[in-house]
């Protein structure tokens, strides 16, 4: 059973702030991606990563960064946290390599809410 | 890059009746279209997929069919049950490079009244 996993359920910080969010898989999978969720915008690609230390921009990377430093832990990092930052972030991973299986395994989600 | 839309955004049925999602994409290249349910407060699962050489899939009252001419796709749900309440996500995989990135549609917010 794929497990993925976020640090926090809940976050709040203040503008200005510098913020990670943190996600770990249990599966060996070799994609891994984070997604920001907003009422009535769907799920929208911020960053993802396909290998260690590999990483590329989705449609929505401004005010990002990512770290990928071991195959199992993914992080988001806000440089400065902006009000327009607070939203719902998923992150999600999938086998990837030679067998072909696209399935995205979402973690519980981080509600950060950004004051 | 691939866009998708999604319609209704809002859908209520009767228990026991059928419920119709539909999506189109943009990217003629795309192959892979996943359907994820979420409930409220919790993650995004997926319930069914298609890839881009099948034309219809079932999965017991779940079914999703392409019309890649179109580029369209959609979800039916056949016989309708209290549980099926959630937000209903479609998504499509382009051809970009990379990772196996999705772009999803906005959702659709699915409503069975008893």
């Known amino acids: 059973d794929v497990k993925v996993t976020q640090s926090s359920r809940y976050l709040v910080k203040r503008t200005g702030e510098k913020v990670f969010l943190e996600c770990v898989q249990d599966m060996d999978h070799e994609n891994m991606f984070w997604y920001r969720q907003d009422p009535g915008l769907g799920l929208r690609l911020i960053y993802f990563?396909?290998?260690?230390?590999?990483?590329e921009k989705g449609d929505i990377p401004e005010g990002y960064s990512v770290s990928r430093e071991k195959k199992e832990r993914f992080s988001l990092i806000l440089e400065s946290a902006s009000t327009n930052q607070t939203s719902m972030y998923l992150c999600?991973?999938?086998?990837?390599?030679?067998?072909?299986?696209?399935?995205?395994?979402f973690g519980p989600g981080t509600r950060l809410t950004v004051t | 890059g691939e866009n998708v839309e999604q319609h209704p955004s809002t859908l209520s049925v009767q228990e026991g009746d059928s419920a119709v999602i539909k999506c189109t994409y943009s990217?003629?290249?795309?192959?892979?279209f996943p359907w994820y349910k979420q409930e409220l407060g919790k993650r995004p699962q997926l319930i069914i997929d298609i890839r881009s050489n099948v034309g219809e899939k079932k999965d017991q009252r779940i079914a999703v069919t392409l019309n890649k001419t179109a580029k369209h796709f959609s979800l039916h749900i056949t016989e309708t049950q209290p549980e099926d309440s959630a937000v209903y996500f479609c998504?499509?995989?382009?051809?970009?490079?990379?990772?196996?990135?999705?772009?999803f549609g906005k959702g659709t917010h699915l409503i069975i009244q008893p």
């Open positions: 999600a991973s999938s086998l990837g390599g030679a067998i072909v299986s696209y399935e995205q395994y």
């Open positions: 990563s396909y290998d260690v230390k590999m990483k």
């Open positions: 998504a499509a995989r382009g051809t970009g490079g990379g990772a196996d990135g999705l772009t």
């Open positions: 990217d003629s290249a795309s192959n892979y």
